[in-house]
C-alpha cells in the first residue's frame, strides 16, 4: 500500500539530525513537526520571522496571531524569538539553515524542482521556495508520486515552471525513496520501497530514469 500522508512525515523525519535547524514547507512537510524523534534537539525556522517553533496547537490555546509561513497556527517554545522576515531569509540565503523538507509538483531525475506555479491556476505562490533552494544545505522533496490524473511527477525535464536546477538531494513519494545525486555525477537510485509496492510498481509509474540500489 503507497504512504500516507502521516507516513511519509515519518519517513522524512528520518532525515533530521540532533543540532539542525530545519524549515518546514507547506503542506505534508508541516506534519514533519509531529514526528522529530524524542531526545532530538531540532529547531524549527519560519520564513516569515520565527526560529524554535512548537506544534500545532490545541483548539483551547490557538492564538491567531501566531502563525507559520503557510499562515498555520502554531505555538511558541521558551527558546522562540522573533525578528523581520528579512532576517529570516538572510539565514536561508546564508547557507544557516541545514535542511528544508518541501513539497514538490514535479522533480527530475537531476534534481531540479517545479514546485510554486501552475500556469493559469490560483496557486499559493513561490513563498520562499527558491531562496530555500539556493540557500539550504540539503533539500529533500516529500510528494505524491503521481498526479490526479495518474502521470509521474519524477520526471526527464519539468514541464512547470521551475523554483530550481539541480537543488534536489532526496525525494519521498508515497511510492518509495529517491537519492538524488544533483551534481549529475551518478544516475537517481532508488533506495526504499513503501510497505507493499514492489519494483514493477514504481517502475510503471516512474518517467524519470533511476536504477535499483535498494538495500
Known amino acids: 500500500m503507497p504512504w500516507s500522508r502521516d507516513q ?3 519517513r522524512a523525519a528520518k ?3 540532533d543540532g539542525f535547524y530545519v524549515n518546514l514547507g507547506i503542506g505534508i ?3 514533519v513537526a509531529n514526528y522529530i524523534p524524542d531526545g532530538m534537539e531540532v529547531t524549527l525556522q519560519s520564513e516569515n520571522g520565527m526560529l524554535g517553533m512548537g506544534p500545532f496547537p490545541y483548539e483551547d490555546e490557538v492564538d491567531a496571531d501566531l502563525i507559520n509561513a503557510g499562515k498555520q497556527t502554531i505555538t511558541a517554545l521558551a527558546k522562540t524569538s522573533y525578528f ?3 532576517d529570516s531569509f538572510a539565514m536561508i540565503r ?4 541545514d535542511l528544508s523538507i ?6 527530475t ?13 490560483m496557486v499559493k505562490g513561490m513563498g520562499g521556495a527558491m531562496d530555500l533552494v539556493a540557500g539550504v544545505k540539503r533539500v529533500v522533496v516529500v510528494m505524491e508520486h503521481t498526479s490526479k490524473e495518474g502521470a509521474s511527477k519524477l520526471l526527464k525535464s519539468c514541464t512547470l515552471p521551475l523554483t530550481g536546477v539541480n537543488v534536489v538531494d532526496l525525494v519521498i513519494t508515497d511510492l518509495g525513496v529517491f537519492e538524488i545525486d544533483k551534481h549529475g555525477t551518478a544516475p537517481m537510485k532508488l533506495i526504499e520501497l513503501a510497505d507493499g509496492v514492489s519494483l514493477d510498481d514504481i517502475t510503471a509509474k516512474t518517467e524519470a530514469p533511476f536504477v535499483n540500489a535498494l538495500r
Open 8 to 10: 511519509l512525515a515519518q
Open 102 to 107: 518541501l513539497g514538490a509538483m514535479e522533480v
Open 15 to 17: 532525515e533530521l539530525r
Open 84 to 86: 523581520s522576515s528579512a
Open 109 to 121: 531525475d537531476r534534481g531540479d524542482l517545479a514546485n510554486w506555479m501552475v500556469p493559469g491556476k
Open 29 to 31: 512537510p508541516t506534519l
Open 94 to 97: 546564508g547557507g544557516h539553515i
